[in-house]
């Protein structure tokens, strides 16, 4: 069993920047990938970026292209998400996921066996 704990959500204003943590912890062997979501409440999840963790490529979702980087960070097992210039449409509860035996179509949750509980990010105008 893999546990996922996000931390580093909070309320910023429009132009700023958060970096988002995922730390992965319970399992020995390393993820095929890891990746972050969005959703809110009522809406469907949708896909944020994504990273291959043995060779490090890197997936972005369209809306966040040039402002957000995700990298990890195998020694300690732990993904970020750096988001800069933040929108308030960026506005959102933040998941990371991974999988161990999935990424076949890295935007799709299915993909993926392994969520955290969550962090908000708020970005006011």
């Known amino acids: 069993q893999v546990q996922l704990v996000e931390s580093g959500g909070g309320l910023v204003q429009a132009g700023g920047s958060l970096r988002l943590s995922c730390a992965a912890s319970?399992?020995?062997?390393?993820?095929?990938?890891m990746g972050w979501f969005r959703q809110a409440p009522g809406k469907e999840r949708r896909f944020v970026a994504a990273i291959k963790w043995r060779r490090g490529t890197t997936y972005y979702a369209d809306s966040v292209k040039g402002r957000f980087t995700i990298s990890r960070d195998i020694a300690k097992n732990t993904m970020y998400l750096q988001m800069n210039s933040l929108k308030p449409e960026d506005t959102d509860v933040y998941y990371c996921?991974?999988?161990?035996?999935?990424?076949?179509?890295?935007?799709?949750?299915?993909?993926?066996?392994?969520w955290g509980q969550g962090t908000q990010v708020t970005v006011t105008s």
């Open positions: 319970g399992r020995t062997s390393s993820p095929v990938l």
């Open positions: 996921a991974s999988t161990h035996s999935g990424g076949a179509v890295v935007q799709r949750g299915q993909e993926y066996d392994y």
